[in-house]
């Protein structure tokens, strides 16, 4: 288990310092973890993976939450919360005509 230390202390035959992670099997991590010298260190995010097979047009993708209520603000709608991508599209498409 990855651990990061939480204040100075040993372990094994290194010295670590606060902030400072390192690695060490399950059973000995609990304990340091209930003993508060150190916690459990987050995990590193992953990249996200780059799309290589073709760049997809504006118009086939799905248009996300956020730019559907901007654009129904833009047209002077009062958006509701509660409202998913369904609902919004009939409110733009209603106001357009």
Do not use: C
Request: aromatic share 6%; net charge positive.
């Amino acid at each position: 288990m990855k651990l990061m230390a939480l204040k100075p202390h040993r372990y094994g035959t290194r010295h670590l310092t606060a902030g400072e992670e390192y690695e060490a099997p399950i059973r000995q991590a609990v304990a340091m973890v209930a003993a508060r010298r150190a916690k459990f260190a987050p995990d590193k995010p992953k990249p996200a993976a780059v799309e290589t097979t073709g760049a997809k047009s504006a118009e086939t993708e799905a248009p996300s939450l956020d730019s559907l209520r901007l654009q129904a603000t833009q047209l002077g709608i009062n958006v509701d919360g509660r409202w998913g991508v369904y609902r919004l599209q009939q409110e733009i498409e209603a106001r357009r005509e």
